[in-house]
């Protein structure tokens, strides 16, 4: 990493409320923007989040802000309505607040006397999100986005469902972390001492644990429609830079975005990356120089200067060469291609039948199968990715190839197609795509979920017949992989997979009829166009945060099993960055766990548990301020219901502010 102090404009740093529509609600705001630009002034760059300017994302606005204002922008950070130092009340996630809000703020940016005019949006997850969800609105100042993990499509490439099936492993989890966060109160250094305690009452009082309106939509309705652009893409009228990773569960969007949008105004760029800025250097790597990349990208459609962006391939992708299973990997070997249309005419669907019997086999696994997933969101962790999956595989029914003659390379979204029959009326099936290595291990490649009640549409619940037998296709999700000679395409199917998937409340069964079912590769022909090439990695200087590094820390992911009762236990820390402390002196401690348990033959088992402890303080041990939430979020289901309870509990200088407590029932149309 390369860290960069001088910069051709001189910056300067400032904080100011910017107001939204309804007069009342102010939006508190961090501006980076060259000393000069009131007599000259500069495009405006938005990042729009919840996450908090002030100490969450602190440490990453300090890279990439200052950076950006010392090559001629104004670069502005914003904390959304109800979080961080902002007015107002929390909402749900990218509700039609949150995005008027945005795009109130894109209008306030360009009428600045500091801006030409011109605004772009970037961010990564929630902000790449909300970058294309305020793009689709069209204000006209909104001219470029660059979009950094984030999906198109908020029911079935989000935290929330895949498939079609409930994501046991992070829509509980995610709900329990949102309920945390929105839990944390205003900082008095800014709002002021008499202010900050009003406001945070106010936004207790608020809250609504998202989970009840996730788990109250089942089916792709108009809650999941609102906010996808999957169902206009012309409604972008901005410029879209999509950046994701293979290790990111996202990165099927850039794929869609590459598409569907107008090439004079797309470009993909998907890496080896797990869920963070492709800059950062955490695993997997390589990092590239990804400021130098945007700037590109800024350059050409903010300042109208001919960067050679536009001349880049549609979609760049890294090609992941084969490597052992591990949890992280520091590098992954490969190399860059470009693809100049998507789909591409150099990748071609391969048909591979999954077996020569006409006898259907029998597909049962155990209610634990799934737990050697991996973390759904690879964080850069040294526990995040799945581990050897042989004894996931034996948990599954394999149909494996013949040893390859040859280096076959696949680029995109595989597909398994399955004869089967359910042998209950709702049932998931599971299939994952695995690179198996003449020593037996088994390298995980790609996997896909496919709910068999969403079958003929995510928009209904159609339940099985049992004793019939039909055809499902299950889209894995994307990849760049290149097995090598001598190894094996695995495709291993299973009909549960926990905790990712939340199961049926029946154990149920499938058979699959090997002769007519098949992998669909898409193999591509060994073609290289001219070589792709990346900056260094370059940042503006960190700050100066000191981080606590526990003495005895928890392992971040451990399985545990009771064997004579039959229950497998998972429990994670998350580990989002941890307790530490800001140059202005604030103090946030932060600790989470995660906790899935379930019985191996008993779907009704299934248990899931967030449990969040923050504390923010200024002064010795608090003497100044000091704030405390601890949050706790459970889902359970019998047969029927899904069973919902949370509570949260704050604490302003060792005195309770609010109790909170929620206890929900919801029935399982299709969960």
Known sequence: MRYREQFERQVIREDVWIPTRDGRTRLHARVWRPA???????????????????????PRDAQRHPWYAGHGYASVRVDIRGHGDSEGTPGDEYDAQELADGVDVVHWLAAQRWCTGKVGMFGISWGGFNALQIAALAPEPLKAIVTVCSTDDRYDNDVHYTGGAVLGIDMPAWAGTMLAFASRPPDPATVGADRWLPMWRERLDALEPFLHTWLDHQQRDAYWRHGSVCEDYGALRAAVLAVGGWHDPYRDAVLRLVEHLPADRVRGLIGPWSHQYPDRGLPPGPAIGFLQETLRWWDQHLKGTDTGVMAE???????????????????????WVGETDWPSPHVTFEERALGTSASPVLVRSPQHTGIDAGRFFPFGNASDLPPDQREEDGRSVCFDSEPLAERVEILGRPRVRLRLDSA????????????????GSSTLVSRGVLN???????????????GTYEDVEVELNGIGYAFPPGHRVRVAVSDAYWPWVWPHGQRGELRVVPAE?????????????????????????????TYDRPADPSPERLVTHDVAKGEWTLEVDPNYGGSRTYPDGLRYEESARETYRIRSDDPLSARAVSEWHIRLRRGEDGADWAAEIMVRTELRATAADFIMDSRVEARANGETVAKRAWHRTTPRTSG
């Open 36 to 58: 000069d630009a009131e007599s000259d002034p500069v495009p405006a760059l938005l990042e729009y989040l919840p996450y908090r300017k002030s100490d969450w994302t602190a």
């Open 313 to 335: 391939p549609l979609l760049r992708a890294w090609i992941n060469d084969p490597v052992p299973p591990a949890t992280s990997y520091d590098e992954m070997p490969g190399r």
């Open 424 to 439: 209950t009326p709702r049932a998931h099936v599971i299939a994952r795509l695995c690179d198996v290595a003449p020593d």
């Open 452 to 466: 068999l009640l969403s079958r003929r549409g995510r928009e209904r619940a159609v339940e099985w017949t049992p």
């Open 517 to 545: 079912s098949a992998v669909l590769l898409p193999v591509r022909e060994a073609v290289d166009g001219p070589p792709i090439r990346f900056e260094e990695p370059e940042q503006a200087p960190p700050l100066a945060v």
